[in-house]
């Protein structure tokens, strides 16, 4: 089935320093949503890119979406404390979402 | 305050028996979903519907089963039959093929 792949699982920063998270899939994701769930709490929509190459921008957060539609990519700048939590990638092909097994991020004040 | 909530938080059962978590929503969305979340793990989808009176396994259906009557309600059973049930239990809901929006969850162990 539908897989997609997300890279490092682990991710321990600085306070200040910059992160970021890869979606891989061997195949062409029609679009990609991101999500994050912090300690003990339930996953929160963060966006959803649909287009080749799409950028966007939430205030310290970049997303991405390939050329190739096959990977994508969340980077934060300036890493703080309440960005600490675990960032999925999911993709909402023909059936519902596929969700990646996250990137837990750890930001040590 | 429109939303998505899930009860209880917590729930605590023997082995052998059946329980059923609520879920409920009122922000008028046709799409509803169960997740099962394990520590450390991704989110593993269980059953969906995306219309009343309709729903679909997903990849780990075995052991659950699930019933909308309701369009507003999508309440899970995990069964005796499903042999590891101690998890965190996650429903969604969303409008068609858009952002889905998450309850708070229900942590389920089985003593």
């Known amino acids: 089935g539908q897989q997609v792949m997300q890279i490092p699982q682990y991710q321990h920063v600085q306070e200040g320093e910059d992160f970021t998270t890869y979606c891989n899939s061997s195949?062409?994701?029609?679009?990609i949503q991101w999500y994050k769930q912090r300690p003990g709490g339930h996953p929160v929509f963060l966006i959803q890119l649909v287009k080749s190459g799409e950028v966007k921008k939430q205030k310290r957060l970049t997303f991405q979406f390939g050329e190739a539609k096959k990977n994508s990519s969340l980077h934060i700048t300036a890493t703080q404390t309440t960005d600490v939590g675990t960032y999925f990638c999911a993709e909402l092909g023909n059936t519902p979402l596929v969700f990646g097994k996250g990137t837990r991020l750890s930001v040590i004040a | 305050d429109g939303g998505i909530t899930q009860s209880p938080k917590y729930l605590f059962r023997k082995e052998g028996q059946n329980v059923t978590l609520s879920c409920e929503q009122n922000?008028?969305?046709?799409?509803m979903y169960w997740y099962r979340q394990d520590p450390g793990q991704g989110l593993r989808l269980i059953y969906y519907?995306?219309?009343?009176?309709?729903?679909q396994k997903g990849d780990i259906a075995e052991g659950y089963s699930v019933s909308r009557e309701k369009k507003e309600s999508f309440p899970l059973t995990v069964t005796s039959a499903q042999k590891n049930p101690t998890a965190f239990y996650l429903c969604?809901?969303?409008?068609?093929?858009?952002?889905?929006?998450f309850g708070p969850g229900t942590r389920l162990t089985v003593l």
């Open positions: 519907s995306q219309i009343v009176n309709d729903f």
């Open positions: 195949t062409t994701l029609s679009n």
């Open positions: 922000l008028n969305h046709d799409a």
């Open positions: 969604a809901s969303s409008i068609a093929r858009g952002a889905q929006y």
